[in-house]
């Protein structure tokens, strides 16, 4: 059954991407045309009956994994195949776009190019080269081999993959006779030593990570008496990756050692979440020296001595060797060092071999351990192991933010992350507990709070009315169950004049502006609509400027399409989906349809209708076509003069 799905989803998207490959060759001939020349019969009828078909056969139910299309998880099928769909409607809705309006202007190429700008084409053109390499090598580096052939059975790219069988068995024999005391075994007994080499490429089933794990468990065990007991140690590893990962991380090792897989584990993901939290990407990944500094507070050297001194190059070259040798040896081949690239150390030159030792990157042997050990339950597993208890400081009364902000933005997003509403409930709220007993309150500030001090600088935040601080920084941070559940609970009014909580969840609607705090969420800003929260209510920002969160989305997204934040063809979940549900729930609780955003220094006047159209012009969501639609039966008027291409942005 699931073999026949997969051949299916494979041959829909097949058929998907051949008509979106010829259609933007058609698309550039017609970009290079002159301006002025007439625009010829290209067939658009017949195009969006075309697209129309392939955006049913894509939106049909299709049994698979609930996940986002395009993510950055590890992608399959079934997720190509949904973002493929988004594709076709988004260009379905272009070609309806045109045909709406297209008769309303000159039919000159200088109006289709208008229309379909180029840039869009471009962009269309390199998503469907995406998907074509998804098809093609995308689902081969881990999985295994009959998915391949149920998929791609008539798919020439599919010989790459049998070619990498010759590569596996290389690969096997070099490093099975490399090693002296197997090399003696297998030279006494060739053809067992023969079919060893095959069971164990046979076994793997394609998967070119599964040979290289198992190749080092073989080497890592030395007494064995013949070829006979390694193959039955070798029957011992299971053939399927994931149950491999398992045997090697729970089975097999001592328990000592699994403690130490745990910890190491722990580490690296630590370092992830808090780098991803506070947005440094660039340092999620954790150098050698890092990672020998973290195992020494293991051994309980945290306390910091009076005569601290730099670290000789002996003592680097000796930490760091130590420390690789022992997750080498101890942690099953599942993570590695690799050295830093020539073009990242602009002073290579005067870095001694101890220093580059030192900057190695540590990292998981392949993305499939990570995705492992990121599954609810084996995470869980791997957490009971480890017994860690680390000490914490000593907090006096003081009003220095900063000290504490590393903590605050990890809290929060781990909260909103977890699966667990008491994470949001309990810890938080104890988190605030906390932090308020070592917060040196002033009572000459009304309704003081740690809170109140994250909110831009004291000099805009001084006369600001907030109206409750903690709640509006959880609101910042998404914390949909926390806020509604206190809403709920304290049926509070807004003092006169405070910034509304609704506000402060639509700072980031299109991009997070490499900040800390998550986009916008439509869970949040639906609850807090169904309990009241007025969309044209009239507050004071911290900018000292007259607004209201209807005006502020709208000022968001005419300042997305100014810096071009807004993707064509976005597939993601977090992309223009989200912020266009944004806008309606908006519309369904009360926003004024006839609502005007001020010219300001960047940009022109607009209104709601003009911001909205700007955005269905020139990216065809259909999600906006259809909130256009939504205004103007709420009544909204296009102003005179302002046609479907009017700018609402500067340039």
């Known amino acids: 059954m699931a073999d026949g799905l997969n051949e299916l989803a494979a041959a829909q998207v097949a058929d998907f991407l051949r008509a979106g490959i010829q259609f933007v060759g058609q698309l550039y001939e017609l970009h290079g045309l002159d301006d002025e020349q007439p625009l010829p019969d290209w067939g658009v009828t017949q195009a969006s009956a075309q697209f129309a078909s392939l955006d049913r056969q894509l939106s049909e139910p299709f049994p698979g994994r609930e996940i986002g299309p395009l993510c950055e998880q590890e992608q399959s099928l079934e997720d190509t195949r949904a973002a493929c769909g988004v594709i076709a409607r988004t260009i379905l809705s272009r070609l309806n776009l045109i045909q709406t309006f297209g008769s309303q202007f000159p039919q000159r190429i200088q109006t289709f190019k ?67 005391l ?46 006979s007991k390694i193959q039955e140690y070798l029957l011992q590893h299971p053939a399927d990756i994931d149950d491999l990962f398992t045997h090697l991380i729970f089975e097999q090792p001592a328990k000592d050692q699994t403690c130490l897989i745990s910890r190491l584990f722990q580490l690296l993901h630590a370092r992830e979440e808090a780098c991803r939290a506070t947005g440094q990407e660039e340092a999620v990944t954790m150098q050698l020296w890092e990672l020998a500094l973290a195992y020494q ?44 690239s020539p073009s990242a150390i602009r002073t290579r030159a005067r ?56 903590s605050i933005p990890i809290a929060f997003t781990h909260a909103r992350l977890s699966q667990d509403a008491r994470s949001q409930l309990a810890l938080i709220p104890e988190f605030d507990r906390v932090l308020c007993q070592h ?40 914390l949909d169950i926390l806020v509604r559940k206190r809403i709920q609970q304290d049926k509070f009014d807004a003092p006169e004049g405070s910034i509304p909580l609704l506000s402060h969840c639509i700072e980031f609607l299109v991009s997070r502006q490499k900040t800390v705090y998550p986009l916008s969420s439509p869970e949040l800003i639906g609850s807090l609509l169904a309990n009241g929260a007025d969309p044209n209510q009239t507050y004071r920002d911290l900018d000292k400027k007259d607004r209201t969160p209807w005006l502020v989305v709208l000022g968001k997204l005419r300042e997305a399409g100014r810096r071009r934040w807004i993707r064509f ?24 349809p006839d609502a005007m955003l001020p010219e300001t220094r960047f940009d022109p006047s607009a209104t709601a209708l003009e911001v909205v159209t700007s955005v269905y012009r020139k990216y065809a969501s259909p999600e906006f076509g259809r909130l256009r639609n939504e205004l103007i039966r709420l009544g909204a008027k296009e102003r005179e003069g302002h046609d479907i291409f009017y700018q609402v942005y500067g340039n």
């Open 114 to 180: 208008q229309f379909w700008p180029r840039e869009d084409v471009e962009a269309l053109e390199e998503q469907l080269s995406m998907f074509k390499s998804e098809l093609e090598l995308g689902f081969r580096s881990s999985r295994q081999l009959l998915v391949f052939w149920a998929a791609f059975a008539n798919n020439p790219g599919l010989e790459l993959h049998d070619l990498t069988c010759q590569d596996m068995l290389g690969y096997a024999r070099d490093h099975l006779y490399e090693d002296f």
């Open 351 to 406: 870095l001694t071999p101890a220093q580059l030792l030192a900057e190695s990157k540590v990292s998981y042997v392949h993305r499939t351990v990570k995705d492992y050990i990121s599954l609810p339950d084996i995470w869980s597993r791997l957490l009971e192991i480890s017994d860690w208890i680390w000490p914490l400081d000593a907090f006096e009364p003081h009003r220095q933010i900063d000290e504490w902000w590393p």
């Open 297 to 340: 507070l293991e051994e309980a050297k945290i306390d910091i001595p009076d005569n601290v001194q730099e670290a000789t190059v002996d003592d680097i070259d000796q930490i760091c060797a130590r420390t690789k040798k022992r997750f080498s040896n101890e942690c099953a081949g599942l993570v590695i060092t690799h050295a830093p």
């Open 439 to 478: 917060w040196a309150f002033r009572d000459s500030i009304e309704k003081d709070h740690w809170a109140r001090s994250l909110f831009s600088s004291y000099e805009k935040r001084k006369n600001a009315v907030f109206q409750r601080p903690f709640l509006s920084l959880a609101a910042k941070f998404g």
């Open 569 to 592: 063809y976005d597939t993601a979940e977090e992309g223009t989906r989200r912020y266009a549900a944004i806008v309606s729930l908006f519309l369904q609780h009360g926003a004024d």
């Open 182 to 227: 197997t090399q003696v075994l297998l030279v006494k007994d060739s053809d067992g030593a023969s079919r060893l080499i095959d069971r164990l490429v046979e076994r793997a089933d394609g998967v070119f990570l599964g040979v290289t794990l198992v190749v080092q468990s073989l080497l890592r065990r030395q007494d064995y008496g013949d070829v």
